[in-house]
């Protein structure tokens, strides 16, 4: 149905840049948000940041200032500048689709990526 495809992870110094892309394909009528999340080893995952199709965001405390999130909403495609990054932002970041509503317009369901690693080194 719908298909959340990630990329642009990598190893990167610390105080480095990173940008992940993430692009929703199928059968899409709209997108309400879409968002990044990070899971670190031992630790559950959080929000990173989303963004509404109107373009309000939120970002969580530890990335403000130094990540940017922003959306295409005619490509469905959300990305996620990270900058100054550091050894604690090392996780596996996840692509998150929310209230999708498809052609078929039976409702709203949420959709995940498969996770991209980013590893900061000190």
């Known amino acids: 149905q719908v298909q959340l495809v990630e990329s642009g992870g990598g190893l990167v110094q610390a105080g480095g840049s990173l940008r992940l892309s993430c692009a929703a394909s199928?059968?899409?009528?709209?997108?309400?948000?879409m968002g990044w999340y990070r899971q670190a080893p031992g630790k559950q995952r959080e929000l990173v940041a989303r963004i509404t199709s109107g373009g309000p965001t939120t970002y969580a405390d530890s990335v403000k200032g130094r990540f940017t999130i922003s959306r295409d909403n005619a490509k469905n495609t959300v990305y996620l500048q990270m900058s100054s990054l550091k050894p604690e932002d090392t996780a596996v970041y996840y692509c998150?689709?929310?209230?999708?509503?498809?052609?078929?317009?039976?409702?709203?369901?949420?959709?995940w990526g498969q996770g991209t690693q980013v590893t900061v080194s000190s």
């Open positions: 998150n689709a929310l209230r999708v509503r498809l052609l078929r317009n039976d409702g709203t369901y949420d959709y």
């Open positions: 199928g059968s899409i009528f709209s997108i309400n948000a």
